[in-house]
């Protein structure tokens, strides 16, 4: 099954990939993991990617394309993934479809701009390996450390209010309409905020007709 997680920063395409990812068998893809280890390695996409992130840009597609198109070709792939964060503008979904990828459902998670505003403060993520937490909703067994890897968790830079304002300005100019776009191929499905992890999650599975 080919999926993509769209929804705005802190809407919990992370996070509901993740239980997916586990549910499904099939791997996460995360542009925003792959850039950030780029920019940890200090590698030639890192450094033109650092800046567009700091302040809360989109890179520009070309970069991402090439991501994509690559880490879509490995191994783990074959079988199916989740795209999260990806795409995240109409050239991407297009480059997508020209590159002859088709998908099964793009599972749209709708919150509203304030909550995120409000989540996004208690965000962490791990240094190391890209998992979400959040202090108070999704804590990790112990504090400051990552279930799955145990490396520090830390904030993200542009989880900074002011940052995370220009990144929900970004979404709805050229990332909201991509809705428009998969809902023409007849792929969206919308699951509205549930306020609780499990409940989006028991959500999502409904709207792609799985069993709980
Ligand atoms: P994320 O971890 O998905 O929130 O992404 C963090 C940042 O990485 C974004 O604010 C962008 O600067 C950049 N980024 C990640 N994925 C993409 C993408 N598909 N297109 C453009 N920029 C991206």
Do not use: W
């Not at 990939?17 to 950030?36: D, E, K, Y």
């Not at 409000?118 to 990552?146: D, L, N, Q, T, W």
């Amino acid at each position: 099954m080919n999926l993509i997680m769209l929804g705005a920063p802190g809407a919990g395409k992370g996070t509901q990939a993740a239980v997916l990812n586990q549910r499904l068998g099939i791997p996460t893809i995360s542009t925003g993991n792959i850039l950030r280890a780029a920019i940890k390695d200090g590698t030639p996409t890192g450094l033109k990617a650092k800046e567009y992130m700091d302040n809360g840009q989109l890179v520009p597609d070309a970069v991402i394309i090439g991501i994509i198109r690559e880490r879509l070709q490995a191994e783990d792939c074959q079988n199916g993934y989740i795209l999260d964060g990806v795409p995240r503008t109409i050239g991407q979904a297009e480059a997508l479809e020209e590159a002859g990828i088709r998908f099964d459902a793009v599972i749209d998670l709708e919150v509203a701009d304030e909550a995120i505003m409000e989540r996004m403060s208690g965000r962490r993520v791990c240094e190391s390996c890209g998992a979400s937490y959040h202090i108070v909703a999704i804590p990790p067994k112990k504090e400051g450390v990552c279930d799955v890897c145990g490396s520090a968790l830390v904030q993200r830079a542009d989880d900074t209010p002011e940052t995370v304002r220009s990144r929900l300005t970004v979404y709805h100019e050229q990332t909201e309409p991509l809705k428009a776009f998969y809902s023409q191929r007849g792929l969206l499905r919308t699951v509205p905020d549930q306020g609780s992890m499990e409940a989006t999650t028991a959500a999502i599975l409904e709207v792609l007709g799985q069993k709980k």
